[in-house]
């Protein structure tokens, strides 16, 4: 039985599973049995951002109804394509269902999905890469590897201005994994101190973590010794925090940027801010800009070195735990959607 799992656009508490039929395959579609993927709070921020950043775009649902992309692995059920056979595996962008048919280009390392209604869509989503057999940090790999491009993307943009004469950057929600991320590439890049913004109740993980230089609470960011000028990395989404940081540095605030949403059902709005206007990070854009500036192949290998010493350090801070069936998705995306899950445990769930 093929089914999708999807949610209710304007409430995310809302979620039901709708039992499908695959279509037959035309000529050059392939059909994916997606076999695991990971589920984190990056998930549920495609979903808040669902409308503004065309996230349902890419697995339309039914009325009102969107269908959560993910990151994981699958495998050919059936093949309209004749380089595509059935039993290969793909790493990549899948909805939270069982099975994902796709019109397959295939290229060096994989195939991109050129379906008609993903082309206005960032490239980067669409694209697919051929795997293996899966090995131990399988699973580490799908929790990491898209949250991890997005700390690399903005480590780089760090280096490229200079940290924008900041002295300290500053990142709010440190306990995301994303967050953790660019922690620990700014940790390894030196020049900067790295300040983490969490709550009591992950203080202690944060600091074992060993990426921050300094771990603050939110409650005593007003008073607490942090160097300027600074740069502030906003994970959190949540306006009250992303304005006691521009009352506290105000002109020696020297960049603003918003990434996520972990506290996704906090005000977003907050009006006119002291110092430098909030600027939204898009990673495709930052992709894109890179792969003009640097030479053929630079992108991929500067990415590869960062990528594998970090996803060979991670079985030390993130313990995975897996999930199957119906029951299994649908307490984890709501578990997800409340805040409730350990900043040390990845969740990966199979359908």
């Given at each position: 039985?093929?089914?999708?799992?999807?949610?209710?656009?304007?409430?995310?508490?809302?979620?039901?599973?709708?039992?499908?039929?695959?279509?037959?395959?035309?000529?050059?579609?392939?059909?994916?049995?997606?076999?695991?993927?990971?589920?984190?709070?990056?998930?549920?921020?495609?979903?808040?951002?669902?409308?503004?950043?065309?996230?349902?775009?890419?697995?339309?649902?039914?009325?009102?109804?969107?269908?959560?992309?993910?990151?994981?692995?699958?495998?050919?059920?059936?093949?309209?394509?004749?380089?595509?056979?059935?039993?290969?595996?793909?790493?990549?962008?899948?909805?939270?269902?069982?099975?994902?048919?796709?019109?397959?280009?295939?290229?060096?390392?994989?195939?991109?999905?050129?379906?008609?209604?993903?082309?206005?869509?960032?490239?980067?989503?669409?694209?697919?890469?051929?795997?293996?057999?899966?090995?131990?940090?399988?699973?580490?790999?799908?929790?990491?590897?898209?949250?991890?491009?997005?700390?690399?993307?903005?480590?780089?943009?760090?280096?490229?201005?200079?940290?924008?004469?900041?002295?300290?950057?500053?990142?709010?929600?440190?306990?995301?994994?994303?967050?953790?991320?660019?922690?620990?590439?700014?940790?390894?890049?030196?020049?900067?101190?790295?300040?983490?913004?969490?709550?009591?109740?992950?203080?202690?993980?944060?600091?074992?973590?060993?990426?921050?230089?300094?771990?603050?609470?939110?409650?005593?960011?007003?008073?607490?010794?942090?160097?300027?000028?600074?740069?502030?990395?906003?994970?959190?989404?949540?306006?009250?925090?992303?304005?006691?940081?521009?009352?506290?540095f105000a002109d020696d605030l020297k960049a603003s940027i918003l990434v996520g949403g972990t506290h996704w059902e906090a005000p977003r709005g907050g009006g006119a801010l002291p110092g430098p206007q909030p600027a939204f990070f898009f990673a495709p854009d930052r992709v894109a800009k890179r792969q003009k500036d640097w030479a053929p192949g630079e992108f991929e290998q500067r990415y590869g070195a960062a990528w594998a010493g970090f996803v060979a350090d991670a079985p030390r801070w993130l313990k995975v735990e897996v999930g199957e069936g119906r029951e299994a998705m649908q307490a984890a995306y709501l578990a997800q959607v409340e805040g409730g899950t350990r900043p040390d445990t990845g969740v990966v769930?199979?359908?």
């Amino acid at each position: 039985m093929a089914w999708d799992f999807v949610v209710a656009k304007t409430d995310l508490r809302r979620s039901e599973f709708r039992d499908v039929e695959p279509p037959p395959l035309a000529d050059g579609q392939v059909r994916l049995a997606i076999e695991s993927f990971a589920l984190t709070a990056n998930n549920i921020t495609y979903a808040v951002f669902g409308e503004m950043m065309k996230y349902w775009g890419f697995f339309p649902g039914p009325d009102g109804f969107g269908r959560v992309p993910v990151w994981g692995h699958a495998r050919v059920e059936a093949s309209a394509h004749s380089d595509i056979a059935v039993g290969q595996r793909f790493y990549g962008y899948w909805p939270m269902s069982t099975h994902l048919t796709v019109q397959a280009k295939p290229g060096k390392s994989g195939f991109t999905d050129v379906s008609a209604h993903r082309q206005p869509l960032p490239p980067v989503y669409n694209q697919y890469l051929a795997v293996g057999a899966a090995d131990d940090l399988e699973a580490h790999r799908a929790l990491l590897q898209p949250l991890f491009i997005t700390g690399f993307l903005i480590d780089d943009q760090f280096d490229e201005y200079g940290f924008y004469g900041a002295k300290s950057v500053i990142l709010s929600s440190a306990s995301s994994k994303t967050a953790i991320a660019l922690a620990a590439l700014l940790k390894k890049r030196g020049g900067v101190t790295v300040v983490g913004l969490t709550s009591p109740r992950n203080k202690a993980f944060v600091e074992g973590l060993g990426f921050y230089d300094q771990v603050v609470l939110y409650d005593d960011l007003a008073a607490a010794p942090i160097d300027g000028p600074a740069a502030f990395v906003d994970f959190a989404g949540d306006a009250a925090v992303l304005g006691a940081v521009h009352e506290r540095f105000a002109d020696d605030l020297k960049a603003s940027i918003l990434v996520g949403g972990t506290h996704w059902e906090a005000p977003r709005g907050g009006g006119a801010l002291p110092g430098p206007q909030p600027a939204f990070f898009f990673a495709p854009d930052r992709v894109a800009k890179r792969q003009k500036d640097w030479a053929p192949g630079e992108f991929e290998q500067r990415y590869g070195a960062a990528w594998a010493g970090f996803v060979a350090d991670a079985p030390r801070w993130l313990k995975v735990e897996v999930g199957e069936g119906r029951e299994a998705m649908q307490a984890a995306y709501l578990a997800q959607v409340e805040g409730g899950t350990r900043p040390d445990t990845g969740v990966v769930l199979k359908p």
